[in-house]
């Protein structure tokens, strides 16, 4: 079952092409990399899965929704978190999570269990009343993912989730994001760290607006003759 | 000869220690790269060096000059990107090269030699509002601009930082190019992979320099014995090992996972095949490696996170 459906999705700025005419599917419990290079149009087409942009021709189903007239349905079914925007600041750790709880309406008397939940499998618990500007990054992140899990989405977007942090935090990241998938939240990542590709069921290289390439890592490595995903990205990104 | 001299430096926020006992020196001609995670210290360190911020304790020299005394001498000979976007979007690339060569006193012409590798790939853009060129275009206007009057010091904090890694190896083949006209480079990042090409690395973590040294001896300073495993089965296989009881590190790499032994190491390798074995992982290759610094790296964190736990 496809929790992203994708259909020859474009979206032009003027004359520019951002995104030019791109389809794909990702299953339900998949990890999709969506990989490219400044410019290539990643950004605008997340937005546009995300219900914020409206394209300018094509259709997508995202969480079985159809992004043209069902963009509020689709906003409660998926989660989002970025490097640049996470928690805010002068919140402490419960408060910053109750706050997003309770935006995506999340029944009251479940809200606690599920931050405690949550809270508990990070280890953050006695922590739970710190200010989040007093927290390292790296925990930061880790809760921001979870924090976006909270309403339980069918699908969670993940803008370059891992920049910045450290070697080992950005690893207990990504087994956080297995953990996701294995309960069937499918996770669409976008990242410039190219080992965390490979880490990914299957992944798609976006230039200049095209859907250049997608499929499992190892597919892709085969069907390029490349050794590792940083040449295939090399290959396809050189201009 | 070392164009920075930095001694026991010191730097507070109210009650964050954000620097603790920094020293290091910067050579003439030298790519030195600081290696970190955001909020290790590297902003505040660079803020100090551009005579931004003024430090607790320590001793900081730059060209000789002392950095409390004559901060206003210091500020004409270094170039300084940084960590925070420093252009001006409404203006044009051109114009914003201008502005920059117009603070410093100094003319276009004069050096554009020297910047003509990097101006070169914006000539054609050179009538576009920075606030709308790619990342990695804005990076290379902003080098250009932290140059175009010549300094012999340029402090480079997280210039690829949301950089893709194209024009990351773009713009680290640019400052090879900076270094040979003597220009001394000081460089920050967040990204293991790119410190191979600075010619030594100091790691910052939690406001402490916890190695500086060459790439190569870095990995020859490597303690464990490093093997690295081909699975499908990864993230299962990492959950499996949460249980494993032996003295070794593990966390996956790309589609391997990387173990390192510490003690005994024929005996745990047999040790560990077992346990494979037993779990039935399929595997494809199971073998010794040599370190790169990535692992290094994270062998040095784990080692200090320890030692203050």
Known sequence: ?239 | MSVIQVQNLNKSYNNLQALTEISFELHKGEIFGIIGPDGAGKSTLFNILATLLAPDSGDVSILGMDLNRDYKKIRKEIGYLPGTFSLYPDLTVLENLKFFAAMYQSGIRENLTMIMPIWRQLIPFKNRLVGKLSGGMKQKLALCCALIHKPHILLLDEPTTGVDPVSRREFWDLLAQIKSYGISVLVSTPYMDEVTRCDRIALLEKGRFIVIDTPPQIIKDYKGKLYALKTTQLFYLLELLDQYEENCSFYPYGEYLHISFYQDVEQAVIRFRDFLNQNQINYNSFQEITPILEDCFIELIKKNRDVHH
Request: proline share 3%.
């Open chain 1, 1 to 239: 079952m496809y929790t992203i459906e994708v259909h020859n999705l474009t979206k032009r700025f003027g004359s520019f092409t951002a995104v030019n005419n791109i389809s794909f599917q990702v299953k339900r419990g998949e990890i999709f990399g969506f990989l490219g290079a400044n410019g290539a149009g990643k950004t605008t087409a997340m937005k546009m899965m995300c219900g914020l942009l409206l394209p300018t021709s094509g259709t997508a189903r995202i969480a079985g929704y159809d992004l043209k007239t069902e963009s509020k349905q689709i906003k409660k079914e998926i989660g989002y978190m970025s490097q640049r925007f996470s928690l805010y600041d002068d919140l402490t750790i419960k408060e910053n999570m109750t706050l997003f709880g309770t935006i995506y309406k999340v029944p009251k008397q479940e809200l606690n269990e599920r931050i405690e939940g949550h809270l508990t499998e990070l280890n953050l618990m006695k922590h739970k009343d710190q200010l989040v500007s007093s927290i390292p990054l790296g925990w930061k992140q880790k809760l921001a993912f979870s924090t976006a899990l909270l309403h339980h989405p069918k699908i969670v977007f993940l803008d370059e989730p891992t920049s910045g942090v450290d070697p080992i935090v950005r690893r207990e990241f990504w087994s956080l994001i297995y953990k996701a998938a294995a309960q069937g939240v499918t996770i669409f990542i976008t990242t410039h760290y190219m080992d965390e590709a490979s880490y990914c069921e299957r992944i798609s290289i976006m230039a200049e607006g095209d859907l250049k390439l997608i499929g499992t890592p190892t597919e892709l490595k085969i069907q390029m003759g490349v050794n590792t995903i940083d040449e295939l990205f090399t290959h396809f990104v050189n201009r």
